[in-house]
């Protein structure tokens, strides 16, 4: 169980305990902290420490009776499934044309599409602060999902590449030489065998929009206030366990959204024969 | 069809597989073009914009611009002459006329420290001024119009492009002569910031390569059952909203939360620590953050590594930590280093965590970035900083693309 040779030496297993134990604890440093929020949102009173004195929802009811919390939870939703829309179309489109074979610069390209991942966020969101005053696009929807979009499609492009590394180019010539015409041939052929990437780009376009804050702090004003913007102030301000009790809602959206990406991945390796 | 082709059909055919792939070629781009475009719009453009406010300097030339051409044949070495100064009036009348005297006081108070409310205050008399000799009317008014030094401040600072805010963010500045200085030491502050965040940068990726490598190691090792089982506990705080994770290290970390709790009870102080808006508290944050980000990398790696490496050093007789350190760890190299750069790369522009989680002496290089934008106003010490640290993350990003190829990241 321990995966070792059966030639292992004493000494040997020894050190492979220790080494199990001592990643026992990474993963406990990893887990801890989430999981240890999550009580503190059953609080009945509003503080945030243990032990707890009594459990209630009262956090939660609060949380969906507060005006501010729910607006809030509006926009992010509304903000995030925009971008996610726009940031598939972008994203799947330059993925399909970068999977080409012999595109130009390709690894050039590539590394510049995916560059708003890497540029220190609040660079990106001071620039936009600035071209978007010009635009009147600042305190506005719009402005927001545009940003979220640049800041998103990169997930897209990579999570689709990905599922196009392994994909065979001469399907589509077979699906082109029996007649069929390119939408045909997307539509039967390559849509369905990158669509678990497509998904996982969706699902990671989405998480990055609905987690955002620092552009939102810049480019936002308090109308558009999203979710994080919403725990960002709480938690500078005034620790409430309504912060703790959206952060349970958040790890539990996380979790899902997990196990959906492990299923798909899984999914894509058995459709294209690669599962280890 | 016969077998044998002429040269010209030959020919044809060669130019239309050329034209073929030049379609597909153009379709290819076509595809990617969108993205390009709109990158290019909605990234790249706001970039650039910062990167030209960081030396744009438009407040001293657009409002005193009779005084600047006064000052254009000026010596620089004695004051100026009543031409100045009348020039200088008539520009402050238009300055206060159109309320912008603030603006060019707030640009000399960068230099200067009380320079804005003695324009202002210049602003106002100017207004009432009538008739010269505007110079000695100045000198009455403070001492600042007597000093040489305030006017070879005004002059640079009337410059259109300035190289002002670059080196101030290097605590740096223009000496009396023109030569660069470093800027006196109770002003010098972002050669520390920079340092600063060098260094959190630097210890998180260590931290994370420290906690990362055994676990990846052993989950590479495991049964694919298990290592998939305890992925999950890898891969939940990867999606869990990093707002939500830096929650909860400062519930963790607060003086009343548990790990006080736990270090009170079992002893080991006797007194609460502090540990939230602290160093400790941040890299302890951050390195939770980064963890999964050098993780990755490394497992992906290892679980190429065929095991038959080290079988085969150990029977030829290598013991086995020996075979571990000359065997399988060099082949972790490409994983180690990806892993590392990128969360290294990503450390250097973390804002959120440190603002949070540590305390004032632990904010690294974006905050300053923030704080200059929304507190201070003062854009162009913002875009400077921004400026610098973009350099140093798209260098570093170049080498990441070097060694390990953008095409290769994976998530998840």
Redesign the interface.
């Known amino acids: 169980?321990m995966?070792l040779?059966p030639?292992?030496?004493p000494?040997?297993r020894l050190?492979r305990l220790t080494?199990?134990l001592?990643?026992a604890m990474?993963?406990l440093?990893?887990?801890?902290?989430?999981i240890?929020?999550m009580p503190?949102s059953f609080n009945v009173e509003p503080y945030?420490?243990?032990p707890m004195p009594g459990l209630s929802l009262r956090w939660y009811e609060d949380f969906f009776t507060d005006a501010r919390w729910l607006d809030a939870l509006k926009s992010s939703f509304f903000i995030a499934l925009c971008a996610t829309a726009l940031s598939m179309?972008?994203?799947t489109?330059?993925a399909?044309?970068?999977s080409?074979?012999?595109?130009?610069q390709?690894?050039l390209?590539?590394?510049?599409?995916?560059?708003?991942m890497?540029?220190?966020?609040?660079?990106?969101?001071?620039?936009?602060?600035?071209?978007?005053a010009n635009l009147g696009l600042n305190n506005t929807y719009f402005g927001i999902i545009?940003?979220h979009?640049?800041l998103a499609?990169p997930?897209v492009?990579?999570?689709v590449?990905?599922t196009l590394i392994g994909f065979d180019q001469s399907l589509i010539r077979a699906g082109a030489s029996l007649g069929a015409s390119p939408l045909t041939v997307f539509h039967k052929v390559t849509f369905p065998l990158i669509l678990p990437g497509m998904i996982?780009g969706a699902l990671?376009a989405f998480?990055t929009s609905?987690?955002e804050?620092?552009v939102v702090?810049?480019i936002a004003s308090p109308d558009q206030r999203t979710l994080?913007r919403q725990?960002?102030s709480g938690?500078?301000e005034q620790?409430s366990p309504t912060?703790?009790a959206a952060?349970t809602m958040?790890?539990i959206t996380?979790?899902l959204?997990?196990v959906t990406?492990?299923l798909l991945?899984r999914r894509s390796e058995r459709l294209r024969g690669t599962s280890? | 069809m016969s077998v044998t082709t002429s040269p010209l059909l030959q020919g044809s055919l060669k130019a239309r597989l050329r034209r073929a792939?030049r379609v597909?070629?153009l379709?290819?781009?076509?595809?990617?073009?969108?993205?390009?475009i709109?990158?290019l719009i909605?990234?790249v453009?706001?970039?650039?914009?910062?990167m030209t406010?960081s030396v744009d300097n438009p407040e001293v030339a657009e409002n005193l611009p009779l005084t600047m051409a006064a000052l254009s044949d000026w010596d620089a070495t004695t004051l100026p002459d009543e031409a100045v100064f009348a020039a200088l009036v008539e520009d402050l009348k238009t300055a206060q006329a159109s309320r912008n005297t603030g603006l060019v006081g707030k640009r000399l108070n960068y230099e200067i420290s009380g320079a804005r409310s003695k324009l202002l205050q210049a602003g106002r008399a100017a207004e009432k001024m009538t008739a010269g000799p505007y110079k000695e009317q100045f000198l009455e008014l403070d001492d600042l119009w007597g000093k040489v030094e305030t006017w070879q401040v005004i002059q640079r600072a009337g410059e259109k492009i300035t190289s002002f805010y670059l080196l101030k963010s290097l605590d740096l500045q223009r000496g009396v002569d023109g030569a660069i200085v470093q800027v006196s030491p109770d002003q010098r502050l972002f050669v520390d910031v920079f340092i600063r965040t060098l260094g959190i940068s630097t210890m998180v990726t260590v931290a994370t390569l420290l906690?990362?490598f055994?676990?990846a190691?052993?989950?590479a090792?495991?049964?694919?059952r298990?290592s998939n089982l305890?992925m999950?506990?890898?891969?939940?705080?990867?999606?869990?909203?990093?707002?939500?994770?830096?929650?909860?290290?400062?519930?963790?970390l607060?003086t009343?939360?548990?790990i006080n709790?736990l270090l009170l009870w079992t002893g080991l102080t006797d007194e609460r620590l502090q540990l939230i808006f602290s160093r400790f508290g941040t890299i302890v944050a951050m390195t939770?953050i980064q963890?999964p980000f050098t993780l990755l990398p490394i497992y992906s790696v290892m679980?190429t590594i065929s095991p038959n490496y080290v079988?085969a050093a150990?029977s030829l007789g290598s013991g086995?930590f020996h075979a571990f350190w000359t065997i399988y760890f060099p082949q972790t190299m490409p994983g180690i280093a990806a892993g590392c750069l990128l969360t290294f790369?990503?450390c250097?522009?973390y804002?959120?965590t440190p603002a949070?989680v540590g305390g004032p002496t632990d904010q690294m290089i974006?905050y300053f970035?923030?704080l200059y934008?929304?507190r201070e106003l003062n854009?162009g010490q913002?875009?400077a900083l921004?400026g610098i640290?973009?350099l140093a993350?798209?260098v570093l990003?170049a080498v990441y693309?070097r060694l390990v190829?953008?095409?290769k990241?994976?998530?998840?």
């Open positions: 169980m995966g040779p030639y292992a030496s000494l040997e050190w080494l199990i001592l990643c990474v993963l440093f990893l887990i801890t902290p989430i240890a929020i503190l945030f420490t243990y179309v972008f994203g489109l330059a399909l044309g970068l080409r074979a012999n595109f130009p390709r690894a390209v590539m590394a510049f599409l995916i560059s708003p890497i540029v220190p966020v609040v660079i990106t969101a001071v620039g936009m602060y600035f071209f978007f545009l940003a979009t640049a499609t997930f492009v990579i999570t590449t990905a996982s990671f998480i609905f987690d804050v620092v702090l810049f994080p725990m960002f938690i500078r620790l912060i703790a952060a958040l790890v996380a979790a959204m997990l990406v492990e991945r280890s | 792939e597909q070629r379709r290819a781009i076509g595809l990617v073009a969108p993205l390009f709109f990158i909605t990234f453009v706001p970039i650039i914009i910062l406010r906690l990362g055994p676990l190691y052993i989950l090792t495991l049964p694919v298990h305890l999950i506990f890898v891969l939940l705080p990867f999606w869990t909203s990093l707002l939500v994770r830096t929650t909860a290290w400062v519930v963790v607060q009343e939360g548990p709790d939770h963890l679980k079988r150990r086995p790369i990503l250097l522009g804002y959120i949070l974006s970035v923030a934008t929304n854009w913002a875009s921004g640290l973009l993350t798209l990003y693309n190829g953008i095409d990241m994976k998530l998840g």
